[in-house]
């Protein structure tokens, strides 16, 4: 009896030990049904991703009587830029509130890394008030403390914090500040711009920009291969390619639905994209090391070199290599598996238009080509698969982790039972 009950209790501890630990801000704010309208939208705008692929992070949530009133007559692009000044990239608790240095600190949001906030308008404002109140508000020039500290919600030092304020802080402009409609953004424009003239063209002349124009609305996540990316060695001839293969290709570069940075860092499972269908998955997974995203689709890794447009239902990127499903070139257990364009890097730079939170990785476009950065700031070794491991299960991590869990237990169960009949 005792030995199947500490068996029991092996099994649970094993069962958690497996489980990665990070936030989930959705899972952290699911018995708050006061927050329930934030909540509902940091899932709609994929913000909730973003606040879970970051270490060290205080949500500023507002009760939904507070927030409804302001929020849910605008767009969710505009929604999105709002509640990012409400992501405070640092961690608050009420302890920390009261120890401000000389009262009264500028800190930085999430808005600020989208890299359109002019001036002071991504910082918020927070100011040690007299009699222990905390006073929040826009650190735009002008602006009034207009929200102040509630409460806290929950907290994990020194993750995450989450803490109530009365009201949402609403920095001048923000709610009127033009939030052009996904189907007035002319994509192929973007994309020359972005230094993809290369793509730009495919997609046009092969049609595909109609069906990429036609998915905006549901949601649409682009990976644009740069010009530099379609001159690099080991890229498939597209003219011995036949005109359906071409489109397949193109939009095997598309994800439907949208898909910002912080969704990709978050994202284990293989991701469907627009070419993903009957005549094969067409799927990529994607990998993480610090800021860098890289995305494998079997055959080679591509880097996520910058973001061109971040606007919902819409992404953007630019990425260093064009992106080769094994639908196409070579299943990765087949017997003769295409060239590797792993082995011929494109080193050049990709052209870098505007500030975004990519561009703040840690270089990853100056640094060496394509081999993701190995330092994973996690130390979690499944962040950092080999260039050379693309053969490897999509997802290997997390099964990887549940298989040696399971081993453990099989194990331990094994030991166990036998010293069961020995006794
Ligand atoms: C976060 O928590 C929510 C609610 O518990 C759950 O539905 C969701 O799958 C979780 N997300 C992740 C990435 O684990
Ligand atoms: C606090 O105020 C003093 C005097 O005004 C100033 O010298 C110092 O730099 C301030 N410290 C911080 C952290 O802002
Ligand atoms: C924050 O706002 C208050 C009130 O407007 C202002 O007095 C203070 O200087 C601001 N703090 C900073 C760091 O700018
Ligand atoms: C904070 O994050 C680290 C790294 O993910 C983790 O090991 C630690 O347990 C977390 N702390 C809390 C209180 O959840
Ligand atoms: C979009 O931009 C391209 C290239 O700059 C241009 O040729 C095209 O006419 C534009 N389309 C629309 C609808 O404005």
Redesign the pocket.
Known sequence: MAASKSLLLFLAIAATAAIVSAHNITDMLKDFPQYSVFSNYLQQTRLADEINSRQTITVLVVANGALSPILDKHPLSVIKNLLSLHIVLDYYDPAKLHKISNG???STTLYQTTGHAPGNLGFV?I?DLQGGKVGF?S?VPG???ESSYTKSVVSLPYNISVIEISAPIVAQGILTAPAPSASDVNITALLEKAGCKTFAALIVSNGVIKTYESAVEKGLTIFAPNDEAFKADGVPDLSKLTNAEVVSLLLYHALPGYTPIGTLKTTKDPINTLATGSAGKFDITTTTAGDAVTLHTGVGPSRVADTVLDSTPLAIFSVDSVLLPSELFGKSPSPAPAPEPVSSPSPTPSVAPSPSPIAKAPSPLAASPPAPPSDTPEGSPANAPSAEAETSTPGSFAVGVKASGMVAVAVIATTMISSLLLS
Request: glycine share 10%.
């Open positions: 009264t600190t500028l404002n100011t508000g650190a602006s009034k403390l």
